[in-house]
């Protein structure tokens, strides 16, 4: 018995399997012409894993979080870009409304936006409803209005400190989920494109940082990537966001001066970022969400 | 090993510009070479005379191994034959982005192991390195290249540990992508277009990568084999 007829042997039994493991049809249908022997167990074993092993529920749980972080998100920009627009220009948060600093707030707002738009209706196609409705408490003060950062929305370097800490924190927790939606190939693909958005959102508020010295400036020195890890952020509650991401081993291969070359401990941790699973990422943002 | 210097001014003073005119007219020669040897093959098979990048995995993280050689070979002679006017903080990025694509090189050449291509033949004739845009204008679409690269393969692995290492690596690639865009152009850091197609990063499929890669490359690579397993 090939593959070929395997496979329609399922369908003839179970109609629905390429509903269920849909959109990879077109890929199940190039494996039964493309596919070595070799390959078969595996790419048998992973189709039926995700047609009756994982559930939807896992996916789109993972998708309902990603929607918390971009709407958090969503409500920092778009509340300093409030708190820039209605003020006289003494009080704008963002030093003006023509700058380039305004300018990027205003492109990062929209393509979050466009992140929680697009992450929406993924969640409708699977028949989930999207939770749109979450209060936030920019300050980090879990609804009380007086967190960590109650000047979020007053200073501009605490603004883009804690800009910074939501848009590492967002990389690291896409990245953390990528392995668990590695059977579901189109939802796979569109976690890592918004993930590299959020990285290249992360790299230009910490540039705007690196020139914005603030009451939470620590001294660091602070470049487009993760150094060890430092947050560059004198506030000790936005640690647990960078813990880990001092690690300078990959696939259990140290990385500090491999090969012979002279690639310091700092270089080696920049090198690869780290993710964070699901109860960690969610633990470092819980203090931005309102009841 | 020259990349190891991390001195990019010492480097300039050390290294006369025509030495390395001397070293780029002898790649181009040697592409000369490659491509009269080229014209004598047979039509019937395309990818004569290219090397196999291996099939599955393997095949796909040697297309990650090229696009690292490319870049830390390109970083390398940014901080060898500087732009005019680099400063000293366009200095030390260009550093660390050198210093993280050896970094990831020299990791992939040991999760290959003997699966790995071997070192590729960076062809950079034709970019002006002592011009600032030359030089970020290609350092962007090499960076941007490879974050596609990373966007486009993560779906095509196997191994759950290389999608994690994939990611680990992706937006590494596209904070360096940011960075190499904010120096060009102060806020470029990501595209309008990308704004326009649902917030989503560059994403190209092995093929459309090497297509791309070919311009900064002597070699050719044959990703045929890269769907079997």
């Known amino acids: 018995m090939n593959f070929s007829s395997i496979?329609?042997?399922i369908e003839r039994i179970d109609p629905e399997i390429y509903e269920r493991t849909s959109p990879r049809r077109t890929l199940i249908k190039n494996w039964t012409r493309k596919a070595s022997l070799v390959a078969l167990p595996f790419a048998i074993g992973s189709l039926f894993n995700k047609a009756y092993g994982k559930t939807n529920n896992a996916v789109s749980d993972t998708l309902q979080a990603a929607l918390i972080f971009e709407l958090l998100e969503v409500s920092l920009y778009g509340k300093a870009i409030q708190a820039t627009k209605v003020n006289p220009p003494a009080a704008q948060l963002i030093p003006s409304t023509t700058g380039m600093e305004y300018q990027a707030i205003e492109m990062i707002w929209n393509q979050e936006q466009a992140h929680v738009n697009f992450l929406a209706s993924i969640l409708r196609q699977m028949g989930v409803t999207p939770n749109l409705q979450q209060n936030f408490d920019l300050t980090g003060g879990s609804g009380s209005g007086s967190g960590q950062f109650a000047q979020v929305l007053t200073d501009y370097g605490t603004f883009l400190a804690v800009a910074q800490m939501l848009e590492d924190t967002g990389v690291r927790a896409y990245k953390g989920q990528?392995?668990?939606?590695?059977?579901?190939?189109?939802?796979?693909?569109?976690?890592?494109?918004?993930?590299?958005?959020?990285?290249?959102?992360?790299a230009h508020i910490r540039m705007m940082r690196s020139q914005t010295p603030g009451p939470l400036a620590d001294g660091q020195d602070i470049r487009p990537w993760i150094t060890l890890k430092q947050s560059g952020i004198n506030s000790g509650a936005t640690q647990s966001a960078y813990d880990g991401e001092e690690n300078t081993s990959q696939m259990n291969i140290e990385v500090v001066n491999i090969a012979g070359?002279?690639?310091?401990?700092?270089s080696a941790s920049q090198a690869f970022d780290e993710p964070l699973d699901m109860t960690a990422a969610l633990s470092v943002i819980n203090p931005f969400l309102a009841p | 090993m020259i990349e190891q210097t991390t001195s990019a001014a010492a480097d300039t003073q050390n290294v006369s510009r025509r030495r390395f005119l001397g070293y780029a007219g002898a790649l181009a020669g040697a592409g000369l070479l490659a491509g009269s040897l080229a014209s004598c093959k047979k039509k019937d098979d395309p990818w004569e005379g290219s090397?196999?990048?291996?099939?599955?995995?393997?095949?796909l993280?040697?297309?990650?191994?090229?696009?690292?050689?490319?870049q830390a070979a390109f970083y390398a002679q940014v901080l060898l034959t500087p732009y005019i006017g680099m400063n000293a903080q366009e200095a030390k990025l260009i550093t660390d982005m050198r210093n993280h694509e050896i970094a990831k090189r020299e990791l992939l050449r040991k999760v290959l192991s003997g699966a790995a291509v071997a070192d590729i033949s960076p062809d950079f004739t034709g970019i002006d390195f002592a011009k600032r845009t030359a030089a970020l204008d290609t350092a962007k679409q090499l960076e941007d290249l490879s974050v596609s690269n990373h966007n486009g393969i993560a779906n095509m692995l196997g191994s759950a540990a290389y999608v994690v290492l994939n990611a680990k690596m992706a937006s590494v690639e596209a904070r360096h992508s940011a960075a190499i865009r904010d120096m060009s152009v102060m806020g470029s850091f990501a595209d309008a277009s990308m704004t326009a197609d649902n917030g989503l990063d560059f994403i190209r499929d092995p093929q459309g990568v090497l297509s791309l890669a070919n311009a900064y490359m002597k070699d050719r690579f044959n990703p045929s084999n890269l769907s079997k397993s």
């Open chain 2, 61 to 70: 993280l040697n297309i990650v191994f090229i696009i690292t050689q490319l």
């Open chain 2, 51 to 59: 090397v196999d990048l291996g099939s599955g995995d393997n095949g």
């Open chain 1, 7 to 9: 496979l329609s042997e």
């Open chain 1, 261 to 266: 070359f002279d690639i310091p401990d700092v």
């Open chain 1, 178 to 202: 990528m392995a668990s939606l590695q059977e579901d190939h189109d939802i796979l693909a569109s976690a890592m494109r918004i993930h590299s958005m959020e990285a290249r959102h992360a």
